[in-house]
Structure formats: structure tokens, C-alpha cells
């Protein structure tokens, strides 16, 4: 079992990893919320595969609401109705909603106690590989808008965030590779020693039936490394934009297709490749440590194919730019394990390198 401390100017606490956490789960909720009336937010889906071994240590069954999985649901009328549902059931401050499932229902959930009664407690028990290393650490919460992703939301951060590594190995493959792309950038951002052990134990993790101990090993160090950058920069202002390694462009490819072509990490997969060219061409990195970093990416792939070309990848990111007055931060690779922000990347920059990528 790792414990990893999350501690920000506005909250601490911890994100408990350990193997078979699940059918402990009533335990561990109890020691973090004694008393609290619980109410579990979970997908059918989600449901039907782990509700028994979910169930197996309450004593009573808790309240469980649902809401239909899919990033098309992570919509404001999705938080109302639960909204409503909670209060019926009369919900209240003393009231504990433990959202089990992936980061669309993890970022619901989060607002939803972020604004039910001005906030309550909840907790984030993630069930996707994504969800474990990336989207439950860090306290962002919200929902979409039509105009874009997560443009309504809160930091507002867990009682805890219990990983059940185990959760993975009902997860389709390729949702698996998906969240393996946030931890192949979080070895290339902050870790060497998760790096080589992503290099050495490719075949282990991807197996049909993936190797729980690498699994966790994998998730533990990620989270570290997730960890100690929310720790010293709570809201983005700074430090914690390197943990947007290969998401400027992978942003604009999940645009350009309309959020329906490629899964998030396939994307930022995508991204990393340009990012490890723009950093090649300004000679940051040697060609042997691209070629170590992208062979990384690309044997977490595969990454599919899509439409669009590098002009108009480019010209999208000026929506990221104008987003932060004019300036549009990219995180570069100086060498494995560590990382440059700058803000003077050029188009013309961008547009070689994702020329090169494609
Ligand atoms: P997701 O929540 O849509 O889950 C992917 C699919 O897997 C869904 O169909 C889900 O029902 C299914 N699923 C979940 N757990 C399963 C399991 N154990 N076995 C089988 N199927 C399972 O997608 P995701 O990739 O987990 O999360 C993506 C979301 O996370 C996006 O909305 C993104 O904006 C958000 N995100 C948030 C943060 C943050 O800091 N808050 C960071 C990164 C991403
Ligand atoms: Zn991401």
C-alpha cells in the first residue's frame, strides 16, 4: 500500500494506492467520515462489473445514484438532476459522495459537492487507469459547455482518493493506453526511474491480463508526480503547466476531430511527438533522447490516424493563446525527467514540428 500526501494552501489529504483497496472500502471511509450518510455516483456500466466487491465490506448498502457514462453527459443538467435526487433523499452537509468511476463522472461529482449546499464532502474512488493517475489528484472539478471542455468548474479536492489498481483490468484496452499516455508524460516531465520502468515493462503492463504489481507501480509513481506539482502550484499558475507536456497540441487534434476520433491520451499522445519535435529542432534534446521518448509514447500507442492537417492544428491553438491574454505556453523537454516552459514558441515552429509529427 503507497500513501502520497496531497497538501495545498486550501486542502490536504491523501491518495491511498493499494491492490484489492475495494473490498476494504467501508473501512477506509468510516476512519476518513465516521458518521456521514453516504451517497455512491457511478455509472450502470460501472456498476454491473464492480458493485459486489464494491458492496462486499458495508454492512449496509449505501444510497447509489447513477448517471449514464460518457463525456456527453458531463453537462450542467446531468449535475442538476443528481442535484435534485440528492436533495430529495434528503442529502445534507453531513452528507459524503463518493464518486466511483471515471474522470467524466470523477469531474462531475467533484462540482456537484462543490455546489450542493455550498459544498460537501466527497471522495474519489477512480476506476479508470486515467482517473487513478491523473484527473482524481489535483481538486479540478466541472463540466462542458457546448463552447468547449470544463469551462464550468471548481477546485474543490477530495476527503481522499482511494485507488484500487485492480479496477483497471476491466477497462478496454485502448482506455488503458489512454491513461498510460498521462504516465508516460509524467516519467518524461519528472520521472527517469518511472521512465525506464515503463521501457522495460511495456509487455507486462500491456498484457492481455495487465500485471497488477507493474500497474501499481506505474499508477503510484505517477500520482507522485502529479502530486508534488499540485503541491507547489495549486491553480496553474506556474509550475503545475508542465503537467500540460504534449496537451497543447493534442488539445487541438481532439478539436480539430470533434472529441469523437481519438481518446484523450491518444491525443496527448499525439502532442508529445510535437512537443519532443519543437524541443529536437531547438536542440534541447539529443536525437537519441527523442528517439527513447517517442518509442515510449508510441509503444503505449497505438495512435490512430485522423484528419486534420498541421496548418490548421496550429492556427487552433490560438484559442489556447488567447485564453492566457496573448501568450501561449509550451512545455518543452530539456532530457528526460525535466522540462523548460517558454512562451516564444513560433507558428512557424509549431507548424515544422507537427509537419514532422504527422
Ligand atoms: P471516462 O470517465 O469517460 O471513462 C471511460 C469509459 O470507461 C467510460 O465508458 C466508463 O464508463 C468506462 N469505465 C470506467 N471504469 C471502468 C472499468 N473499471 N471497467 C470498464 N469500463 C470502465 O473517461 P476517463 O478517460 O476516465 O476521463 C476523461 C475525463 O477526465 C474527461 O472529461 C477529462 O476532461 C477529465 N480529466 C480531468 C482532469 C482533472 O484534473 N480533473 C484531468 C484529466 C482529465
Ligand atoms: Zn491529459
Not at 115 to 130: E, F, K, N, S
Not at 191 to 208: G, M, N, S, V, Y
Amino acid at each position: 500500500m503507497s500513501s502520497i500526501k496531497v497538501t495545498t494552501p486550501t486542502a490536504q489529504y491523501e491518495v491511498v494506492i493499494s491492490p484489492g483497496l475495494l473490498r476494504t472500502l467501508h473501512r477506509r471511509v468510516r476512519t476518513l467520515s465516521p458518521k456521514s450518510r453516504l451517497f455512491v455516483i457511478t455509472s450502470p456500466n460501472i456498476w454491473k462489473l464492480w458493485s459486489k466487491p464494491f458492496l462486499a465490506s458495508f454492512p449496509t448498502p449505501p444510497e447509489v445514484l447513477f448517471l449514464p457514462a460518457g463525456e456527453s453527459h458531463k453537462r450542467l443538467p446531468s449535475v442538476e438532476r443528481l442535484a435534485e435526487q440528492l436533495a430529495q433523499k434528503g442529502a445534507d452537509r453531513d452528507s459524503l459522495l463518493i464518486a466511483f468511476g471515471g474522470g467524466v463522472l470523477g469531474d462531475m461529482t467533484g462540482f456537484l459537492a462543490a455546489i450542493y449546499m455550498r459544498g460537501i464532502p466527497y471522495l474519489q474512488v477512480p476506476t479508470t487507469l486515467l482517473a487513478q493517475v491523473d484527473s482524481s489528484v489535483g481538486g479540478k472539478t466541472g463540466v462542458n459547455l457546448a463552447a468547449g471542455k470544463n469551462l464550468i468548474g471548481s477546485f474543490h479536492h477530495p476527503l481522499a482518493t482511494l485507488v484500487d489498481p485492480e479496477l483497471c483490468l476491466t477497462l478496454p484496452a485502448a482506455e488503458l493506453r489512454s491513461g498510460l499516455q498521462e504516465s508516460v508524460k509524467a516519467a518524461i516531465i519528472r520521472d527517469p526511474k518511472l521512465f525506464r520502468f515503463l521501457e522495460t515493462k511495456t509487455e507486462a503492463i500491456l498484457a492481455k491480463k495487465p500485471d497488477v504489481k507493474a500497474l501499481t507501480r506505474v499508477v503510484t509513481a505517477s500520482v507522485q508526480v502529479k502530486a508534488n506539482v499540485v503541491n507547489i502550484d495549486e491553480r496553474e499558475s506556474g509550475p503545475r503547466m508542465i503537467l500540460n507536456f504534449g496537451h497543447t497540441i493534442g488539445h487541438t487534434i481532439e478539436s480539430a476531430t470533434e472529441y469523437k476520433v481519438l481518446l484523450h491520451g491518444q491525443a496527448i499522445g499525439w502532442g508529445q511527438i510535437a512537443a519532443l519535435h519543437v524541443s529536437l529542432n531547438r536542440g534541447l534534446i539529443t536525437q537519441a533522447e527523442f528517439d527513447r521518448m517517442a518509442t515510449l509514447v508510441y509503444a503505449y500507442g497505438p495512435l490512430p490516424p485522423f484528419k486534420a492537417t498541421a496548418k490548421k492544428l496550429v492556427a487552433l491553438t490560438a484559442s489556447d493563446k488567447k485564453r492566457r491574454s496573448g501568450r501561449r505556453a509550451f512545455v518543452l523537454t530539456t532530457g528526460i525527467g525535466s522540462t523548460e516552459i517558454v512562451f516564444d514558441v513560433t507558428d512557424a515552429e509549431l507548424l515544422t514540428a507537427t509537419q514532422s509529427m504527422l
